[in-house]
């Protein structure tokens, strides 16, 4: 009966033992997951606002650069959409939607008006895509799903493009973004 005891003790030491050193491999998945699952969803919803405020510029906008900016925006983000619903959904994540956040920028847009729309938005463009393209910068870095980061690679340089774009539209049409735009530059590396 000890025997049996000592066994039954033995044995449930060694499994908790595995189990213990189980947990910290376990743990680290999902939160590298979670990582890659943040990215996708902030990066699904941010080009589903884009293509939200492109319209609005369209719209909106009084000066024929930023209509063309906004319209430039429904067109790349709409193709950019879909790669990103693509990949989340290869990569098991869910579906993008639109973040309460963004829908929250979107309707402080969509009840303005036209004579305030184009230095607001564009100075919201070019805050807009900073973040993006730190945010991509992050995921290509150190994103734990392949594909994912690959992803985040292939579109960095377009979105770095569209932040010259953006800062330059900015510029013309008189919208302050120097502070934003010195953000920018130190997270592409340039000064």
Do not use: C, W
């Not at 491999?25 to 699904?44: E, V």
Request: charged content about 20%.
């Amino acid at each position: 009966m000890l025997a049996k005891n000592a066994i039954s003790a033995s044995f449930a030491g060694l499994f908790l033992s595995a189990v213990v050193n189980l947990a910290p491999a376990a743990a680290q998945q999902p939160q590298s997951l979670a990582s890659d699952s943040a990215f996708i969803a902030r990066a699904a919803s941010a080009g589903l606002l884009q293509v939200k405020l492109g319209k609005l510029a369209e719209k909106k906008g009084t000066n024929p650069s930023v209509v063309d900016f906004g319209k430039r925006m429904v067109a790349d983000y709409s193709k950019a959409n879909e790669e990103l619903k693509s990949a989340a959904k290869n990569a098991g994540f869910l579906a993008p939607v639109l973040m309460r956040h963004d829908q929250q920028i979107f309707d402080r847009f969509n009840s303005m008006g036209r004579s305030s729309f184009d230095k607001k938005y564009m100075a919201e463009m070019v805050e807009q895509h900073n973040e993006e393209v730190r945010l991509f910068q992050g995921e290509a870095a150190g994103g734990r799903v392949q594909s994912l980061k690959q992803l985040a690679s292939r579109m960095l340089p377009d979105l770095q493009q569209r932040l010259t774009l953006a800062t330059q539209t900015a510029g013309s049409v008189g919208a302050n973004v120097t502070a934003s735009a010195s953000k920018g530059n130190q997270a592409s590396g340039t000064h």
